[in-house]
T-cell receptor
Framework: GDSVTQKQGQVTLSEDDFLFINCTYS??????LLWYVQYLGQGPQLLLK?????NKGISRGFEATYDKGTTSFHLQKASVQESDSAVYFC?????????????FGAGTRLKVIA | DTTVKQNPRYKLARVGKPVNLICSQT?????MYWYQKKPNQAPKLLLF???????READTFEKFQSSRPNNSFCSLYIGSAGLEYSAMYLC????????????FGPGTRLTVL
């Protein structure tokens, strides 16, 4: 079945550091790939999504590239701020038998120290 | 209003007792989902409604029930709570023609004692 792997459980950075969160996936379909961000006390909210292989999604300074060759969708940001502290989930969605099905990674908790 | 609401935010239940969680959205989304989230684990899809059609995942088929009396509301029902049901329950909604984007509620934290 489909799977999404986020190897980093927690990442701690200082403000203005470069962010890299690893995400790899496994599927036999051509999925949409998504990143969600969950701030404390809130539900996950969509950060960015990409539907076509080798395309890049960009939002709020974050970017991720759908790499079909390496089956990866890593999240990057050039310079993090304390307000970026949150949990980041990588996910894939594919359309199957009339509905979208979703598979999430376990999440990476980002802590940014001022 | 692009919010998904969940009630209650916190729920304490006794082992063997029923639990009913509520979700609502006013965005006229055709699909509503329920996920179970445990610490350091990925959100796990339990079931979803597309319009009035309920789809339950095979491995949680008999553990959870749901109803959707109208487009805006969806409930998650546990007939007899066990300790293993302690988790965060997330509700989400979407439109099937949106290409995968879901809106999530803040979750209900269920603790079974």
């Amino acid at each position: 079945g489909d799977s999404v792997t986020q190897k980093q459980g927690q990442v701690t950075l200082s403000e203005d550091d470069f962010l890299f969160i690893n995400c790899t996936y496994s599927t036999t379909t051509y999925p949409t790939l998504l990143w969600y961000v969950q701030y404390l006390g809130q539900g996950p909210q969509l950060l960015l999504k990409v539907t076509t292989a080798n395309n890049k999604g960009i939002s709020r300074g974050f970017e991720a590239t759908y790499d079909k060759g390496t089956t990866s969708f890593h999240l990057q940001k050039a310079s993090v701020q304390e307000s970026d502290s949150a949990v980041y989930f990588c996910a894939l969605a594919h359309f199957n038998t009339g509905n979208y099905k979703y598979v999430f990674g376990a999440g990476t908790r980002l802590k940014v120290i001022a | 209003d692009t919010t998904v609401k969940q009630n209650p935010r916190y729920k304490l239940a006794r082992v063997g007792k029923p639990v009913n969680l509520i979700c609502s959205q006013t965005m006229n989304h055709d699909t509503m989902y329920w996920y179970q989230k445990k610490p350091n684990q990925a959100p796990k899809l339990l079931l979803f409604y597309y319009d009035k059609i309920l789809n339950r995942e095979a491995d949680t088929f008999e553990k959870f029930q749901s109803s959707r009396p109208n487009n805006s509301f969806c409930s998650l029902y546990i007939g007899s709570a066990g300790l293993e049901y302690s988790a965060m329950y997330l509700c989400a909604s979407s439109r099937r023609d949106w290409g995968g984007e879901q809106y999530f509620g803040p979750g209900t934290r269920l603790t079974v004692l």
